[in-house]
Protein backbone atom coordinates (compact mmCIF):
# COMPACT_ATOMS: atom_id res chain seq x y z
CA UNK A 1 0.00 0.00 0.00
CA UNK A 2 1.28 3.82 -0.68
CA UNK A 3 1.41 6.52 0.97
CA UNK A 4 -0.16 9.40 -0.79
CA UNK A 5 1.95 11.48 1.50
CA UNK A 6 5.49 12.99 -0.33
CA UNK A 7 8.26 10.68 1.62
CA UNK A 8 12.22 12.29 1.05
CA UNK A 9 13.89 9.50 2.69
CA UNK A 10 13.83 10.76 6.09
CA UNK A 11 10.12 10.28 6.54
CA UNK A 12 7.22 11.60 5.16
CA UNK A 13 7.81 15.40 3.80
CA UNK A 14 5.63 18.08 5.74
CA UNK A 15 5.46 21.75 3.85
CA UNK A 16 7.09 23.84 6.37
CA UNK A 17 4.66 26.95 5.48
CA UNK A 18 1.65 24.59 6.29
CA UNK A 19 3.11 22.97 9.32
CA UNK A 20 3.58 26.84 10.44
CA UNK A 21 0.38 27.94 9.56
CA UNK A 22 -0.90 25.09 11.10
CA UNK A 23 0.74 25.76 14.53
CA UNK A 24 -0.83 29.34 14.29
CA UNK A 25 -4.29 28.37 14.03
CA UNK A 26 -3.94 25.52 16.73
CA UNK A 27 -2.72 28.42 18.63
CA UNK A 28 -5.42 30.22 18.20
CA UNK A 29 -7.76 27.45 18.62
CA UNK A 30 -6.20 26.80 22.55
CA UNK A 31 -7.53 29.97 23.39
CA UNK A 32 -10.88 29.06 22.29
CA UNK A 33 -13.62 30.04 24.12
CA UNK A 34 -15.43 26.44 23.52
CA UNK A 35 -13.44 24.40 26.30
CA UNK A 36 -13.24 21.28 24.11
CA UNK A 37 -12.31 22.65 20.80
CA UNK A 38 -9.60 24.41 23.31
CA UNK A 39 -8.61 21.20 25.21
CA UNK A 40 -8.53 19.60 21.20
CA UNK A 41 -5.65 22.32 20.47
CA UNK A 42 -3.98 22.17 23.63
CA UNK A 43 -3.58 18.09 22.89
CA UNK A 44 -2.54 18.24 19.57
CA UNK A 45 0.16 20.99 20.17
CA UNK A 46 1.62 18.99 22.71
CA UNK A 47 1.53 16.00 21.04
CA UNK A 48 -0.53 14.25 23.25
CA UNK A 49 -2.44 13.32 19.96
CA UNK A 50 -2.30 13.36 16.23
CA UNK A 51 -4.94 14.21 13.90
CA UNK A 52 -5.04 10.92 12.83
CA UNK A 53 -6.67 9.62 16.27
CA UNK A 54 -8.70 12.48 16.43
CA UNK A 55 -10.39 11.07 13.75
CA UNK A 56 -10.06 7.23 14.07
CA UNK A 57 -10.89 7.40 17.73
CA UNK A 58 -14.02 9.78 17.38
CA UNK A 59 -12.37 11.73 19.74
CA UNK A 60 -14.04 15.50 19.28
CA UNK A 61 -16.68 14.52 16.55
CA UNK A 62 -19.07 16.84 18.48
CA UNK A 63 -16.86 19.98 18.02
CA UNK A 64 -15.10 18.29 14.34
CA UNK A 65 -19.04 18.46 13.52
CA UNK A 66 -20.56 21.09 15.07
CA UNK A 67 -20.65 23.61 12.03
CA UNK A 68 -20.51 21.88 9.10
CA UNK A 69 -23.72 23.48 7.87
CA UNK A 70 -21.84 26.83 7.78
CA UNK A 71 -18.95 25.47 5.50
CA UNK A 72 -20.90 26.45 2.11
CA UNK A 73 -21.44 30.01 3.48
CA UNK A 74 -18.15 30.53 4.73
CA UNK A 75 -16.41 29.27 1.46
CA UNK A 76 -18.78 31.46 -0.55
CA UNK A 77 -17.51 33.83 1.66
CA UNK A 78 -14.12 33.35 0.29
CA UNK A 79 -13.17 36.73 -1.80
CA UNK A 80 -12.88 36.38 -5.40
CA UNK A 81 -9.28 37.64 -5.08
CA UNK A 82 -8.52 35.08 -2.92
CA UNK A 83 -10.22 31.80 -4.43
CA UNK A 84 -8.72 32.78 -7.68
CA UNK A 85 -4.94 33.12 -5.91
CA UNK A 86 -6.07 29.97 -4.24
CA UNK A 87 -6.77 28.40 -7.48
CA UNK A 88 -4.06 29.52 -9.41
CA UNK A 89 -0.95 29.32 -6.66
CA UNK A 90 -1.71 27.30 -3.67
CA UNK A 91 1.71 27.65 -2.89
CA UNK A 92 1.55 31.75 -3.12
CA UNK A 93 -1.53 31.84 -1.04
CA UNK A 94 -0.21 29.55 1.97
CA UNK A 95 2.76 32.04 1.86
CA UNK A 96 0.10 34.81 2.00
CA UNK A 97 -1.73 33.04 4.66
CA UNK A 98 1.50 32.65 6.92
CA UNK A 99 3.03 36.75 6.65
CA UNK A 100 -0.52 37.65 8.21
CA UNK A 101 -0.08 38.11 11.79
CA UNK A 102 -1.53 35.66 13.85
CA UNK A 103 -5.06 37.27 15.44
CA UNK A 104 -4.16 37.99 19.15
CA UNK A 105 -6.09 35.57 21.97
CA UNK A 106 -9.49 37.95 23.33
CA UNK A 107 -8.82 37.40 27.10
CA UNK A 108 -12.42 35.88 28.45
CA UNK A 109 -13.80 37.41 31.66
CA UNK A 110 -12.83 35.94 34.81
CA UNK A 111 -15.67 33.72 36.33
CA UNK A 112 -17.61 35.43 39.11
CA UNK A 113 -18.13 32.78 42.03
CA UNK A 114 -20.66 33.75 44.91
CA UNK A 115 -19.80 32.76 48.22
CA UNK A 116 -22.08 32.35 50.91
CA UNK A 117 -20.16 33.08 54.09
CA UNK A 118 -23.27 32.80 55.87
CA UNK A 119 -23.71 29.22 54.84
CA UNK A 120 -22.52 26.78 58.37
CA UNK A 121 -20.49 23.32 57.31
CA UNK A 122 -19.66 22.74 61.34
CA UNK A 123 -21.75 19.64 61.25
CA UNK A 124 -20.71 17.98 57.87
CA UNK A 125 -17.94 15.37 58.34
CA UNK A 126 -15.97 15.76 55.47
CA UNK A 127 -14.03 12.11 55.15
CA UNK A 128 -18.02 10.66 54.55
CA UNK A 129 -19.82 13.56 53.61
CA UNK A 130 -22.63 12.42 56.44
CA UNK A 131 -24.04 15.19 58.91
CA UNK A 132 -22.55 14.96 62.50
CA UNK A 133 -25.57 14.44 65.36
CA UNK A 134 -24.90 17.19 67.70
Known sequence: MTSSIP?????????PRLAKYRQKMLEKLADHHHPETAEMARELLA????PRQ?????L???????DMDRVPALQQAI???????????PDAWLDRLNAEPAPE??????????????????????????????
Do not use: C, M
Open 60 to 66: YDNVLTA
Open 47 to 50: GRVT
Open 105 to 134: PTPHPARQVRFDDDEDFSSINWLDGKHNQL
Open 7 to 15: DDGNGPFVD
Open 54 to 58: IITRH
Open 79 to 89: PAEEQELLDRD
